[in-house]
């Protein structure tokens, strides 16, 4: 098949702003992004900058945009990827700095994973022998533990790229990693460093870290586990957890969200600097018509529910 390679070409030491080169192939169909690339680097331009080493989906460096989200490119066909117009567009990983072409900086994201100690910390002296885990337990970590730090996730997660600071979701599944291991002995202290600002409440849920994972590791998934194992061992002094507890209550007592007392019972009613802060959004909402009612009312079959909150609530 023929296929056109439109490549994002940048070399910041070179001085002149990111550009797109084009490169039209005749590819057999069973090669991947990665086999095209390297086949234009071999045989056209030398030039181009990427990074690869196992070919097989197990390193994890080959990842990059392929047509606006992050692949691994040896494990990505091109006959899934060509457009109609026989065009596939390659980018280097979003959320992180370009060294050059498609090959990115990974200092940030090797330094958030480290900032979530990823080693176990067991209690008290080893064991004669070895730590005896149950298999449940090693199971439950199996899916977490395949990760192989590619940065897929990190590359399109939509929090990072407005705040910097955020853990991001490889490093938040790696702390769920040894949250969740039955040897290590720190967890609550873990959970008490996750649950501050830029940590596991600031995620947003848009599934992009979910969807971009090419070993589903599912990062979202462990981020909403470690936020109930945090609100469990009573972290809850936090607007995250705060606003978490506050939609349940509305929605168990009148089947739908109170919108006026959600953010207010969020920020928490003393915290009157937040609670300011609100005072434009309900400005631009009351111009815009969009203040929710100040009387909240049950739905029809709000007691219906209620009863599955019940339910929830004893089966726990
Ligand atoms: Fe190793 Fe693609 S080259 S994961």
Same mark, same amino acid.
């Given at each position: 098949?023929?296929?056109?390679?439109?490549?994002?070409r940048?070399?910041?030491?070179?001085?002149?702003?990111?550009?797109?080169?084009?490169?039209?192939?005749d590819?057999p169909?069973y090669?991947?992004?990665?086999?095209a690339?390297?086949?234009?680097?071999?045989?056209?331009d030398g030039?181009?900058?990427?990074?690869?080493s196992?070919?097989?989906?197990?390193?994890?460096?080959?990842?990059?945009h392929?047509?606006?989200h992050?692949?691994?490119?040896?494990?990505?066909?091109?006959q899934?990827f060509?457009?109609k117009?026989?065009?596939i567009?390659?980018?280097?990983?979003?959320?992180?700095?370009?060294?050059k072409? +498609?090959?990115?900086e990974?200092?940030?994201?090797w330094?958030?994973?480290?900032?979530? &100690?990823p080693?176990?910390?067991?209690?008290g002296?080893?064991p004669?022998?070895e730590?005896v885990?149950p298999?449940?337990?090693?199971?439950?970590l199996?899916?977490?533990?395949?990760?192989i730090?590619?940065?897929?996730c990190?590359?399109?997660? &939509?929090?990072l790229?407005?705040?910097?600071s955020f853990?991001?979701?490889?490093?938040?599944?790696?702390?769920y990693r040894?949250?969740?291991?039955p040897?290590?002995?720190v967890?609550?202290?873990r959970?008490?460093e996750l649950?501050k600002?830029?940590g596991?409440?600031?995620? &947003?849920?848009?599934?992009?870290?979910v969807?971009?994972? *090419?070993?589903?590791?599912? *990062?979202?998934?462990?981020?909403?586990?470690?936020?109930?194992?945090?609100?469990?061992?009573?972290?809850t002094?936090?607007?995250?957890?705060?606003h978490?507890?506050?939609?349940?209550?509305?929605?168990?007592?009148?089947?739908?969200l109170?919108? +006026?007392?959600v *953010?207010i019972e969020s920020?928490?009613?003393?915290?009157?600097?937040?609670?300011i802060?609100?005072?434009?959004v309900?400005?631009?909402?009351l111009v815009k018509?969009?203040? *929710?009612?100040?009387i909240?009312?049950?739905?029809?079959g709000?007691?219906?529910?209620?009863?599955?909150f019940e339910k +929830?609530?004893?089966r726990?």
């Amino acid at each position: 098949m023929q296929v056109s390679f439109k490549v994002r070409r940048f070399d910041p030491e070179a001085g002149k702003p990111p550009y797109y080169d084009q490169y039209t192939l005749d590819v057999p169909d069973y090669f991947t992004v990665l086999d095209a690339l390297l086949q234009v680097r071999d045989e056209v331009d030398g030039s181009l900058a990427l990074r690869c080493s196992c070919r097989s989906a197990i390193c994890g460096s080959c990842a990059m945009h392929i047509n606006g989200h992050a692949h691994l490119a040896c494990k990505s066909r091109i006959q899934n990827f060509a457009s109609k117009t026989g065009e596939i567009v390659v980018e280097p990983m979003g959320n992180m700095p370009v060294i050059k072409d +498609l090959v990115v900086e990974m200092k940030p994201f090797w330094s958030k994973v480290q900032a979530v &100690t990823p080693w176990l910390i067991p209690e008290g002296p080893p064991p004669q022998r070895e730590y005896v885990v149950p298999n449940s337990a090693m199971l439950e970590l199996a899916g977490v533990m395949n990760c192989i730090m590619c940065g897929c996730c990190v590359s399109d997660c &939509t929090v990072l790229t407005v705040d910097k600071s955020f853990l991001a979701p490889a490093a938040l599944a790696k702390a769920y990693r040894f949250v969740a291991d039955p040897r290590d002995g720190v967890s609550e202290e873990r959970l008490r460093e996750l649950s501050k600002r830029s940590g596991i409440w600031d995620c &947003t849920r848009c599934f992009e870290c979910v969807q971009q994972c *090419p070993k589903n590791v599912a *990062p979202m998934e462990r981020i909403l586990a470690l936020r109930a194992k945090a609100m469990e061992v009573g972290f809850t002094n936090n607007i995250g957890s705060r606003h978490s507890e506050s939609i349940a209550r509305s929605v168990k007592h009148s089947g739908w969200l109170d919108e +006026l007392r959600v *953010p207010i019972e969020s920020a928490g009613l003393f915290n009157i600097k937040a609670l300011i802060g609100y005072i434009p959004v309900g400005f631009r909402a009351l111009v815009k018509g969009k203040v *929710p009612p100040i009387i909240h009312r049950p739905r029809p079959g709000a007691d219906s529910v209620k009863r599955i909150f019940e339910k +929830l609530e004893v089966r726990k």
